[in-house]
């Protein structure tokens, strides 16, 4: 049986103080169906590389976290494997629904031919919250396996990379970073990236 791996982080979640609703909320996926642990590396490798380091996407400086992206764009084994959703206007209690349809989004975009089984990794899940988003992506047609949370995204590469997507986008489609936005128009003409 194949096994997938899905890191998830959003971005969005600060705008419903400001309005009392999201006005974007951008779910990242990173679905990862190759040696994970390799991948890991990869990408710590390229935060160092790029002088991002483990900052999340909002503390690190911005050419650093470009050209960390930029690197991971260019590595063909992530190619594909960086999927996000968009979200306008959910209100409160959207949250977690609308993490999960992106999730299931993500997976089932291409979903393996024969047995697979997901594992999801979402920064800063509750526990309370786990076997709720197992049944809910269940539900959606996703064969799964478990569903975590990750405490801190600083002690795991791959949840700062969905964090580090999620940001991105956001970045990009708010039209205020130009260089992101064309940056993510060539990622997803090219396939690098994927628009669930």
Not at 62 to 67: D, F, H
Not at 99 to 126: M, Q, S
Not at 147 to 165: C, F, H, I, Q, Y
Request: contains cysteine.
């Amino acid at each position: 049986m194949q096994k997938l791996y899905c890191y998830v982080d959003e971005s969005g979640q600060d705008t419903f103080a400001q309005k009392g609703r999201w006005q974007m909320f951008v779910v990242g996926v990173a679905v990862l169906e190759q040696d994970r642990d390799e991948l890991a590396r990869v990408c710590e490798q390229y935060e160092t590389a790029s002088g991002k380091g483990k900052f999340k996407w909002g503390q690190a400086e911005r050419t650093r976290r470009l050209r960390f992206l930029r690197l991971i764009l260019a590595d063909d084994r992530f190619s594909q494997a960086l999927r996000f959703a968009v979200y306008d206007s959910i209100g409160l209690g959207g949250f977690d629904a609308a993490t999960v349809d992106a999730v299931a989004r993500a997976i089932l975009w291409k979903a393996p031919a024969g047995r697979y089984e997901v594992h999801v990794y979402v920064d800063g899940l509750a526990k309370s919250k786990r076997t709720q988003y197992r049944r809910a992506l269940k539900a959606k047609g996703v064969l799964m396996g478990e569903v975590k949370g990750v405490p801190r995204e600083e002690s795991n590469p791959l949840t700062r990379l969905a964090d580090a997507l999620a940001g991105f986008v956001r970045d990009a489609l708010e039209g205020h970073d130009a260089e992101a936005a064309a940056l993510l128009e060539r990622a997803l003409r090219d396939g690098e990236m994927v628009r669930v």
